[in-house]
């Protein structure tokens, strides 16, 4: 098993910059990727970011690219999502996932996720 727990999230003004964090622990070793989703009222979960456990590869969504930075802390076991240049569009709870294997891109690919941490943006 593996277990995520998010934090950092809040209220933020429109141009303005967040952290969100996710810790990791239990069977981390079996990680091969952890990404970020979010997920805004009424729309489907999507890819935000992700991360090779090793921290070797990061991969982005066209909608974080050139704001948004995925970082990882070995000696932590936590990864972050630092996100600069915040819209109201980027409101939503942002969630954390675990991939063994798949498709870093898929939500479905992810067997474990985090509670979620709400990101609110004003405009």
């Known amino acids: 098993q593996v277990q995520l727990v998010e934090s950092g999230g809040g209220l933020v003004q429109a141009g303005g910059s967040l952290r969100v964090s996710c810790a990791v622990s239990g069977r981390a070793f079996s990680v091969y990727v952890m990404g970020w989703f979010r997920q805004a009222p009424g729309k489907e979960r999507e890819f935000v970011a992700a991360?090779?456990?090793?921290?070797?590869?990061?991969y982005y969504a066209d909608s974080a690219k050139g704001r948004f930075t995925i970082s990882r802390d070995n000696a932590k076991n936590t990864v972050y999502l630092h996100m600069n240049s915040l819209k109201p569009e980027d409101t939503a709870v942002y969630y954390c996932g675990a991939l063994r294997s798949g498709s870093f891109y898929q939500k479905y690919a992810y067997e474990y996720w985090g509670q979620g941490t709400q990101v609110t943006v004003s405009s």
């Open positions: 991360i090779t456990w090793s921290g070797d590869s990061t």
